[in-house]
């Protein structure tokens, strides 16, 4: 190696915009989590002020504490065969966002960006006109520099409105998330015979299952429960 | 949940930004220490603000250096900059250096025993003439030409060959054989 390839080597070392890239992206994890707590923090004051008025209620409740899931909504449309469950998600209990950087995203706009729908045909809401396509990579292990395997792909439909479907897959893997919350007491629904699990979290649905060989997994934020019912039968048909 | 798609956004506009606001964050700063803490700064103010407005028609490139800008002029205050902002390094030894070198010197050619390019780097960022790191990352680093660093940080071609035969001279009489750094 030359001098000049040496000198060059020891510039890269210092000045190496991966570890920029991490420290940012640790800096943002660490923000995101600190207005997370403050979050919880500030609504937790609210119960303070209204022990004495709810005090029944939290008692009752108190035996499901330690349980994600808060309530199900039950809907049975027998036209389509189609028995949901809606498994509401408590607040508190959601985990921490994980903005993963042992995950490499990256926009894929190609025309052969391969779609998981049967006839290639999915029912998304017509507001929603903005499509935006990535796929995930990963590394072998954290030392590996190299984003090399391919992880699962995804399409974001969305508008300025704050409204969006998130459709992720894979045929080999499960699609990798940012959130994760315990499914203990959750029930199943069903869509012509596939099983699946559907989540209510505030404004946002999310549910995965496995069909036409691919593993899905779904988020709608802003998006009502018949739009989502009407992506799903669209894609399990 | 909510962060996913800014994250996305703000990946995309990290890979297609990183080259150039490091290009020019390090020539405009005064101290090439500084970059790390200025590049961090303007992602996160850019995070902050993809996390409340949506950036559409906009040339982000050009966004991104005005935050950067901003950051740079935030980041030292007018007492830093009197004390950091030097042409030249004023002994006679260095002036000296200047007229008897020639000027074909090729850091290829050094003969250096301390092979810890590292520690020469370092000795390098910390000039206090930082023209000279930032000379250095334009030259060895990006691969410009002289003309094309004189036209990047507003300096004639001469004084850019003459920051980096001096400071080349300089390595070899420090790391070289009776050099003070490689007897150590």
Redo the contacts between chains.
Sequence with gaps: M???E??????????N?RD??N??ID??EK??ERNMKINMRKWSLVPICLVVVIGGVLFLNYRNDNKTILKTKLYIDETNNVTLNINEIDSNKVGM?K?DANV??V?NNDVNFPLPYKNGVVNIPKDLDKT?M?IFYFRENKESKDYNILGNYEI?Y?N?KNQ?I?VKYSKEHKPAR??YFSEEGSKTSTINDVELKIYK?ES?YFTEFKFNDYNFDI?T?NITEKELIDLLLSIIR | MASQLNLYKFNEIYDNTHFDLLKYVIIECHNINDTQDIIQDTYLELWNILNKKELSDINIKSYLIGIANNKIKKHYTLLQKIKTISLFETNDKDIELIDTLEDDVNINDLIIKEDNWNTIWKYIKDKKNQDIPKVFYLYYKLELSIKEISKEINSSESYIKHLIYRTLKELQDNFGNGGKYNDK
């Design positions: 030359t001098n000049k040496k000198l060059k080597r020891a510039i890269e070392h210092d000045i915009l920029y890239y420290k940012i800096k943002i923000g995101e966002p903005l490499k995203v926009t935006n990535y974001i969305s300025d969006s998130n940012d959130y979290f946002i988020e934020t």
